[in-house]
């Protein structure tokens, strides 16, 4: 079971705005309702998202009516700027549209139908790349984890938050299946409470020990000594290792520092911007208000009450122990070991 | 209105928890309600509860039946062990019961009713005085803010957290009475969601502009300048300045001393305990996990799913810039500033 699929020429998803209460999954046979469910969460997760995208722009090319390639190119063009706007921090968005688009352009004018079996390819390959990029993270990043530990953890980045496996729940997976005892904190990860709803069922099905945990308590459980490491994912790492990632990443990273706790972000190369100096220049999203008071339709306060809802934070570099990428851990300076990870990427394909 | 108040020979309660959906008062004519109406938060907030306290023992006084003062007492002192245990961490509990059970022990022996209306007089100087000492605090506080400041807020330190006006909240009442254009960051303070529920409420009745943030977003709006002070209050401060308050407390100071922002608990000297050295002495009070599996009976994840529930945490002196208390702002070095402004009440009686 994949997060993200293609399925009898549609995109499927797990729709995950209805775990833990529902299992359900969505098939999608027109990329704007692909890019539509980015933007309202159906899917989340920067490789996740990554793929969703990549599997719209394969389906735009089946929905365009275009008999040559020009036309069919110039459809995608289309298609490939309605998925990027879809949401704004997460850097897969691009980076597997571009990737995909890439491979339009570089197919030999034969006939339309090659360039969609080779956008369907390519997206399929990426999906099973992410899921073999989230075992090497797992392996290396697992090495981090000692027997016994308890892992801090924030939002959902495991196997719904990617194809399948995951970033940060994923080195939690690997660390699992070589048998240490670990024990899982989970922030709750308002407002969305990605935390409380999908690393819980991810590690409930896992077999793994977690305690669900209101965000405001990890301090309590750092500064007392009950955390031995944290781990999260990256929505965008800039190139000198500022990291993007689901608000209230940062306030985790500063207290962490404070107490001596090695902070891991866990990044596939695919999340790394090189073209971006420092996390400054990472956009980032704001969504509705409705989100904060009234998470999934259940108030917490009057809806005409005025809320501010930023999706992400910016952790600066400082504050980051090492970054487990599918190369191995990039440690400090960031701006040298960064850019050999993603230079190891592109040297193995 | 007032938080608490003794009404009709019965102790009378906002409950807290129906706020802000529905405004309904409790009046209780038993102290074994009144304490299990502390320990289930129909009332929260250090001095609310311990001017709730002050009134459940004149309200024990007026339940017994005992005859002569031997007897009252010894009812007295097994109604102030109850009142005692129905929070742990709060120090104004102790504070206000033994403040009433020293009225009891100095009476003449005259009569029990005459007792009994001496400890209703000294409830009630207590409420006054708490009012009283807000507002002086008030003042004092106020004069940290600046116009045009941004000002974030951890839990409800209110009018609701106290008999009137409020310690934190009391502040920034003070602030905006003297003009000062001020805007509140509101922690919505998962899990009982005070500052989304109480704080918003009265703010949004006094006028005051505001927004509602979830918890994780403190970080962002620090880290990028737009917080300009940190206003909490406390629920039991040691002798050191160590400040036992709300969960999610001591993030906010690690976060605000990274940034360099000014961070201010408001602490009546009630709240001060000389007896311990530290806040590593100060008990916290651990809480129904169903308070974070499933707020105010809303799940958002399954009941069978396992979590922790630590409801107050301990901040530092070090990440502590200064202690608004109703006879000034106490610095560094805490020790001995603390020491005066508790001298300073014991001198004022």
Known sequence: MRTVEWHDNQVRMIDQRKLPWE?????????????MAITDMVVRGAPAIGA??????ALAAFQSPAADQPALLRDLESAAATLKQARPTAVNLAWAV????QVAGKQKPTGVDDIRAALLSAAQSLADEDI???KRMGAHGAALVQD????????????????????ALGVI????EQGKKIHVLLDETRPRLQGARLSAWELKQAGIPFDIIADNAAGHFMRTGQVNIVLVGSDRTAANGDVANKIGTYKLAVVARENGIPFYPVVPTSTIDLSLASGDEIPIEERDPAEVLAPFGKPIAPADYPARNPAF???PHRYVTGIVTENGIAYPPFDLSLRQAVEDTLMSK
């Open 98 to 101: 571009d990737r995909l688009m």
């Open 132 to 134: 073999a990029i989230n």
């Open 52 to 57: 969703a995208a990549a599997f719209g722009l």
């Open 173 to 176: 997976r690997s660390a699992h």
């Open 148 to 167: 016994g530990d308890t892992i801090l953890h924030h939002c959902n980045t495991g196997a719904l938050a990617t194809v399948d496996w995951g970033t």
């Open 313 to 315: 934070d910016v952790t």
């Open 23 to 35: 299992f359900a999954q969505n098939d999608y046979d027109d990329y704007h309702d692909v890019a």
